[in-house]
């Protein structure tokens, strides 16, 4: 047998499905794929849809690993370094198998950008590894816009009846790139304009502000760690200042940071941490805390939105 080639190694298929029915059938043969294989396997989906994959596995259930995506994957951001990569990595010898549904019906509109460009980045954090990652979209509950999208972000596409093509819409940087929507600047937010000597300065008010609009305990501890990482990384990386805007917004805080700073890197923020390596955790920890980040990032700057729920 020919070695495998390093473009064929990582899979990503979509499923499309329609009903309870297809969904169970579709997920549990994937699953029974991977155990006659003997691959380690992990089920990233919404809670409701977690308990159709056990039942449809039954007493097989048992050596796989389950994640609720509502609670894991809340926050887009941390889904690739947490749960696809923290399996993954677990796993060096073989193939993994992954089933993961990072967009459902409840998603919001502010949150669905992000969501679009997690599935296109999977490509880019996966490229050449030996893991296949399935993720089901529902076509009934989401809109055609999504379907649509996602035949852009994945190479391949399973229907309801397993039926298996290529997708010949592929171009998950095309997704990236469109996503990268600029945010625009909301006029009652309360503003502190920072250079590096104002850092302390400017981690007070924003805690403060963060505070006032109601955070509390762990909360506004993830808060803090937001404001103190992003204010850091524009000193040393955004032309030594920036600006912090902070305001309340159905239910969340948002913390939001401009910069001068451009990121070329489109995973920063979504690799695992390496051991025995300094730096690159900051934008990783505002991930894992957060429950949405929205990023745009240009020629004249960059823009981080970081929402976390009271």
């Given at each position: 047998m020919s070695?495998?080639?390093?473009?064929?190694?990582?899979?990503?298929?979509a499923?499309?499905y329609?009903?309870e029915q297809?969904?169970?059938q579709?997920?549990v043969?994937?699953?029974?794929?991977g155990l006659?294989?003997g691959?380690?396997?992990?089920v990233?989906?919404?809670?409701p849809n977690l308990?159709?994959i056990?039942?449809?596995l039954g007493?097989?259930?048992?050596?796989v690993?389950?994640?609720?995506?509502?609670?894991?994957?809340r926050?887009?951001?941390?889904?690739i370094p947490?749960?696809?990569r923290?399996?993954?990595d677990?796993h060096p010898?073989?193939?993994v198998?992954?089933?993961?549904?990072p967009i459902?019906a409840?998603?919001?509109?502010?949150?669905?950008?992000?969501?679009?460009?997690h599935?296109?980045?999977?490509n880019?954090?996966f490229?050449?590894?030996?893991?296949t990652?399935l993720?089901?979209?529902?076509?009934?509950?989401l809109?055609p816009e999504v379907?649509a999208?996602?035949?852009i972000?994945?190479?391949t596409?399973?229907?309801?009846?397993g039926?298996?093509?290529t997708?010949?819409?592929?171009?998950w940087?095309?997704v990236?790139?469109r996503y990268?929507?600029a945010?625009t600047?909301?006029?009652?937010?309360?503003?502190?304009?920072?250079?590096?000597?104002e850092l302390p300065?400017?981690r007070?008010f924003?805690?403060?502000?963060a505070?006032r609009l109601?955070?509390?305990g762990e909360?506004?501890?993830?808060a803090e760690l937001v404001i103190?990482e992003?204010?850091?990384n524009s000193?040393v990386?955004?032309?030594g200042r920036?600006?912090?805007?902070?305001?309340?917004?159905?239910?969340?805080?948002?913390i939001?940071?401009?910069d001068a700073?451009?990121?070329?890197?489109p995973l920063a923020?979504?690799?695992?941490a390496q051991?025995?390596?300094p730096g690159?955790r900051?934008l990783l920890?505002v991930?894992?805390?957060?429950?949405?980040?929205?990023?745009?990032t240009?020629?004249?700057?960059?823009?981080v939105?970081?929402?976390v729920?009271a």
């Open positions: 070695p495998v080639k390093v473009s064929e190694a990582f899979a990503h298929p499923l499309f329609r009903g297809e969904y169970t579709q997920t043969s994937f699953l029974r794929e006659a294989n691959e380690p396997m992990a990233a989906v919404p809670g308990e159709l056990k039942n449809g007493a097989d259930a048992e050596g690993l389950f994640l609720d995506m509502t609670e894991a994957g926050n887009p951001g941390r889904i947490r749960v696809l923290g399996f993954a677990a010898k073989g193939r198998r992954i089933i993961g549904e459902w409840g998603r919001s509109a502010v949150e669905y950008p992000a969501c679009a460009q599935e296109a980045l999977i880019a954090a490229e050449g590894r030996a893991v990652i993720c089901p979209y529902d076509e009934a509950g809109d379907i999208d996602a035949r972000t994945h190479p596409v399973i229907s309801g009846d039926r298996e093509e997708s010949d819409a592929y171009d940087e095309a990236v790139s990268n929507q945010l600047p909301v006029p009652d937010a309360t503003v502190f304009s920072y250079e590096a000597e300065a400017v007070k924003g805690v403060a502000q505070a109601g955070l509390a909360r506004l501890m993830d103190a992003l204010t850091t000193v990386h955004g032309g920036g600006t912090l805007a902070v305001w309340a917004e159905q239910g969340q805080v948002v939001e940071v401009r700073g451009r990121l070329t890197d923020g979504r690799r695992p051991h025995g390596k690159g900051g920890l991930h894992y805390v957060a429950d949405l980040v929205r990023l745009h240009a020629d004249e700057g960059t823009t939105r970081v929402y729920s």
